[in-house]
T-cell receptor
Framework: DTGVSQNPRHKITKRGQNVTFRCDPISEHNRLYWYRQTLGQGPEFLTYFQNEAQLEKSRLLSDRFSAERPKGSFSTLEIQRTEQGDSAMYLC??????????FGPGTRLTVL | AQTVTQSQPEMSVQEAETVTLSCTYDTSESDYYLFWYKQPPSRQMILVIRQEAYKQQNATENRFSVNFQKAAKSFSLKISDSQLGDAAMYFCAYRGPGGSQGNLIFGKGTKLSVKP
C-alpha cells in the first residue's frame, strides 16, 4: 500500500514535554498539509509544504509548533512544551498540485 | 474568509434507504472545489466525492451523488441504498482556486448512523 502513513499512531505525554510526529506522503505528491482535529470538530489547517518549502502557516500554529519537510519527502511536526490544549488528532495529507488531498490515519496526541 | 456549514450534527437512515446530508459554504471566488470526505470511527478520512465549481453537472460516484447549487452555495450529498458500512462522520470541505495554496476548509461534520 502506498498511501499516506503517519507515526506514531498514538502518543501520550506529560505536559511540558516535547513530541514529534512523522508523515510520509504518497511518493509522487509534492504538496503536504498538516491539520489538527479536536473532538467533534472538522480538521483545521495548520501548515502546508510545496516540496521542501513551507509556504503557509495558520495562526493556530503557535511558536511552540514547528514543521519541516527536508528534501521534500517526509515531514515532521514538533510540539515543544506541550499543553493539555494540544490534545487532538494530527492529520497529514498529501496531493499533487491543485488536486485531491489524501489523508493519513493521523496521530492521536494525549497530553496529561 | 471562506466558511463551510453543516447544519445537521447527526442523521439516521434505514439500511437500503436514501439519505441527504446538507452543506452550505461562503466564498467570493468563482473557481473552487468542493469535497465530501468520510471518516469511519477510529479510521482515516477517505474521499467520497469531488465537485469542480466550473462544472454544472453534478458529480456521481456509484451510490453517492451531489446536488451542487452554485448560486445558492449549497452542496448536498445523497447516499442511495444505504449500507451499514456507510456509518461514519461525513465532512464537507472547500478548497480555493487551483493556483491557491489549496488547504481544505472543513465543516463540523455530520454523524451518520445506519439502522439494520
Amino acid at each position: 500500500d502506498t498511501g499516506v502513513s503517519q507515526n506514531p499512531r498514538h502518543k501520550i505525554t506529560k505536559r511540558g514535554q516535547n513530541v514529534t510526529f512523522r508523515c510520509d506522503p504518497i511518493s509522487e505528491h509534492n504538496r503536504l498539509y498538516w491539520y489538527r482535529q479536536t473532538l467533534g470538530q472538522g480538521p483545521e489547517f495548520l501548515t502546508y509544504f510545496q516540496n521542501e518549502a513551507q509556504l503557509e502557516k495558520s495562526r493556530l500554529l503557535s511558536d511552540r509548533f514547528s514543521a519541516e519537510r527536508p528534501k521534500g519527502s517526509f515531514s515532521t511536526l514538533e510540539i515543544q512544551r506541550t499543553e493539555q490544549g494540544d490534545s487532538a488528532m494530527y492529520l497529514c495529507a498529501s496531493s499533487p498540485p491543485g488536486d485531491t488531498q489524501y489523508f493519513g490515519p493521523g496521530t492521536r496526541l494525549t497530553v496529561l | 474568509a471562506q466558511t463551510v456549514t453543516q447544519s445537521q450534527p447527526e442523521m439516521s437512515v434505514q439500511e437500503a434507504e436514501t439519505v441527504t446530508l446538507s452543506c452550505t459554504y461562503d466564498t467570493s471566488e468563482s473557481d473552487y472545489y468542493l469535497f465530501w470526505y468520510k471518516q469511519p470511527p477510529s479510521r482515516q478520512m477517505i474521499l467520497v466525492i469531488r465537485q469542480e465549481a466550473y462544472k454544472q453537472q453534478n458529480a456521481t460516484e456509484n451510490r453517492f451523488s451531489v446536488n451542487f447549487q452554485k448560486a445558492a452555495k449549497s452542496f448536498s450529498l445523497k447516499i442511495s441504498d444505504s449500507q451499514l458500512g456507510d456509518a461514519a462522520m461525513y465532512f464537507c470541505a472547500y478548497r480555493g482556486p487551483g493556483g491557491s495554496q489549496g488547504n481544505l476548509i472543513f465543516g463540523k461534520g455530520t454523524k451518520l448512523s445506519v439502522k439494520p
